[in-house]
């Protein structure tokens, strides 16, 4: 049983259409961390979030930490096809400790 | 680009060879990482280092060790491959720990035959 459960696991949609991917745990994390992974290459960072209850944006990604530290959420607005890849939610329970799920794969068609 | 690489990227060994991988980074981070990926489970810890000669036990170290003999090298040995270590390899480096994420590297595509 994974740590981290991760929702969907694939997700099909248009060019221009919004999406959320959800990170849940019965766990709580003194971060977490999200990540997108492309075929051929490790993980690659986007956001890391600390505070229970953070919301994060990057361009058109917001980022939000559940308030007591056992979910996160990832939305999308007006995808591209440059957002297709594996994405990942990472928790850290202590230093060290660093559990991932098993992603959500997103494809976005032009 | 921060620079970590992994050699080789691919390997075909054969069942009860020993194996050894290799991470390399220039950034003198002291956290070094070592997760195997596969479908259905994510990234697992494998081993990591906090330190030159120091390291510890992964949620998934059974038929693995490790060496950290230098800041920027750490080595993963399979001390006898088996089919179930076929996977995919990845070393990741940090430079304060895991509250400020992590930098991979490419991976080691292992197929134990």
């Known amino acids: 049983t994974q740590l981290l459960e991760q929702s969907p696991q694939f997700l099909s949609i248009q060019e221009g259409e919004n999406l959320t991917v959800y990170c849940n745990s019965s766990s709580v994390f003194s971060s977490l961390q999200w990540y997108r992974q492309e075929p051929g290459e490790g993980p690659v960072l986007l956001v890391t979030v600390v505070t229970g209850g953070e919301v994060k944006k990057l361009k058109r990604l917001t980022f939000q930490f559940g308030d007591a530290r056992k979910d996160s959420s990832l939305h999308i607005t007006a995808a591209q096809p440059g957002d297709t890849g594996l994405y990942l939610c990472?928790?850290?329970?202590?230093?060290?400790?660093?559990?991932f799920g098993a992603g959500t794969r997103l494809t976005v068609k032009p | 680009d921060a620079g970590i690489t992994q050699s080789p990227r691919h390997k075909v060994t054969e069942t009860g060879t020993p194996v050894t991988l290799r991470c390399h980074q220039t950034e003198n981070h002291r956290y070094m990482y070592w997760y195997r990926q596969d479908p259905g489970h994510g990234l697992r810890l494998i081993h990591y280092?906090?330190?030159?000669?120091?390291?510890d036990k992964g949620e998934v170290s059974d038929g693995y060790s490790v060496s950290r003999s230098k800041t920027e090298d750490f080595l993963l040995t399979l001390e006898s491959a088996t089919s179930s270590q076929t996977s995919v390899y990845f070393c990741?480096?940090?430079?304060?720990?895991?509250?400020?994420?992590?930098?991979f590297g490419s991976g080691t595509r292992l197929t134990v035959v």
């Open positions: 280092s906090y330190g030159v000669k120091d390291t």
């Open positions: 990741a480096i940090s430079g304060t720990g895991v509250n400020y994420g992590y930098t």
């Open positions: 990472a928790g850290a329970k202590n230093n060290n400790d660093m559990r």
